[in-house]
C-alpha cells in the first residue's frame, strides 16, 4: 500500500507548490523511498499542449511524449526521476474519460455526478499511478487554490484518500509583511485553512510563503488557529536560488515531521552532494548568457533553458547569468556584453527576422550560440540566405523556398493539441556534437512540427554549417566546425538536465562561453 502526501495552496496561485512538493521528495528520497510525484490541474485543457506559454508558463514535455505542467520541469531536476504523462492529470482528461465511459454505457442505468464518478476516476488514477509506479509515496500536488470552484473534486478525492489511507496534507499558504505595523500577517492562512477544513480536510503541515523566515508570534498564531504543531508551521521564505529550498527544509525537520506520522523508515542518506551544487550555483557569475526570444513580462516561458544553463554553470563551479531579451530589442552594442546567446525554441513568424540578426551576428563574430529547435530551424534559414537562397518555412505560410518544412506525416494532421512530433527520439551524430556527447547516439525530447527538408542538406553544406545528426532522414544538430560554438539541434535538451546531472551540450555550451 503506498502513503499519500497532499500539496494544497491556499491564498492566492504562484506559491510555488510545486517547488515545495519536489524539496520535500527530494528530501523524503533520503529514505531510498521511491517517491512518485502527481500533479492535478484544474483547466480544462487535456493538456498544456494548447496554451499560450507565455501567459501559462512553459510546456514541459516528457521522455513519452506528453506535454505536461512546468511543474513536471522542477521534479526531474530536483529528484532525477523521468515523469511518465499519466502522472499529470488534468479537468480536461478526467471529464473526456467520464464522458467516453458514459457513451460506452459503463455507467448503464446510472445517474453520472461529480461524485462518485469523477472523484472515483481520479483516485482510480491515483492509484493506478501508484500500483504502476510500485510507489512507496505518491506525492499529490493540487493545482490552483483551495475554494477554486475548479480543483474541488481533487479535494475530495484526497478528502476520501486521507479518510481511508496513510496520509499527510502539506497546505502552503502565502504570509504578508505589513510595513505598517511591522508585521507579518496569518489572517488569511487562517482563512484559506478554513477552507480546507470546509472541504474535510485537515492540514499536518502549514508551510508559510513569506519574503523573512516566519517570525515567533506568526509561528504560534498559525499553530494554534490551524490546529498544528509549531514545528509544523513550516517557513518558505524568498531565497537566492530555488535549489536552497530542500536545504531550507531540512533545517526545518520537515521530512522528519512528515516520516513520523506516516511512520517512514530512517534517513540513509544526506544531501551534501546537493549542497555542493547548491554553493557553486550561488559562487560568482561566470558567465553572462543571453535567450534571445520574444517575451511579456514575467515570461516563464523558457524555465527548462534557464535551469539548464545554471546546471551547466555549477557543473564548472560558476553561476550563470541568464537573461530573457527580446530579440527585436537588443543592439549591437547590449549583444557585445553577452558571452554567449540561446535562440530558444517558438512558434509562428513574430521576432524570427531579429532573431536571424542575432544568429548572424554570431556567426560572424565567433560569439557562442545555441539553436533550440526554432533556433536551429533559423540557423539553417539564416544560412541559406547567406547562400543567396530566398528561404524561409513553411510554418511562416509566404513565398520563398521553405528549407524547412512540415514533418512527413503532420500533412494529414488536423486536429492540434498532442499532435506534434514529441518526446524522446535518438540522433545518429558525427561532429562536434559526438565528441559533447562522447556517443555516437544521442537522446533527446522533441515538440515540433516542422524540420529541415533533407532536399536542401547538400546545397546547404555548400556554406559553414554542417548536419552533424539524424534521426533517419531527419537533420536533428547542425554545427559550425571552426567556431567557438555553433551548435544548433531540433531537440529541447534543455528537458533532460538535473542540478546534479547537466546536460552534455549545455555544458559544452558553457564552457565554450566561460
Ligand atoms: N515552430 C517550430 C516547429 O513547430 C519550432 C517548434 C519549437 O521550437 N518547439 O517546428
Partial sequence: ???????????????????????????????????VPVKCDGYLNVDPGTMNPHEHGEVYVLEDGTEVDMDFGHYERFLDIEGRGDWNLTSGKIFQSVINKEREGEYLG?????????????????????GTEEADIVIVEIGGTVGDMENQFYLEAARQICNEEESFLIHTTLVPYLETTGEQKTKPTQHSVKKLQEAGLDPDMVVGRSKKPLDESAVEKISLFCDVPEKAVVSDPNLESVYQLPLEFDEQNVDEIVAEKLDLPERENNIAEWENRVQNLLGETGAKIAI???????????ASVEEALKHAGAASNTSIQADNIDAAEITAEELEEYDGIVIPGGFGKRGVEAKMEVIKYCRENNVPILGLCYGMQLMVIEQARGLGIDASSEEWGQDGVNVIAELPGQKDIEELGGTMRLGEFEAEVTGEVKDIYGSEKVSERHRHRYEVDPEYIEKLEEGEIRFSGFHGDLPEFVEIKDHKFFVGTQAHPEFKSSLQNPNPLYKAFIEACL
Fill in 292 to 302: 534571445c526570444g520574444k517575451y511579456t513580462e514575467m515570461d516563464d516561458s523558457y
Fill in 110 to 130: 446510472e445517474t453520472v455526478q461529480m461524485i462518485p464518478h469523477v472523484t472515483d476516476e481520479i483516485k482510480k488514477r491515483w492509484e493506478k499511478v501508484a
Fill in 1 to 35: 500500500m503506498p502513503k499519500w502526501i497532499f500539496v494544497t495552496g491556499g491564498v492566492l496561485s504562484g506559491l510555488g507548490k510545486g517547488l515545495i512538493s519536489a524539496s520535500v521528495s527530494k528530501l523524503l528520497q533520503q529514505r531510498d523511498l521511491n517517491i
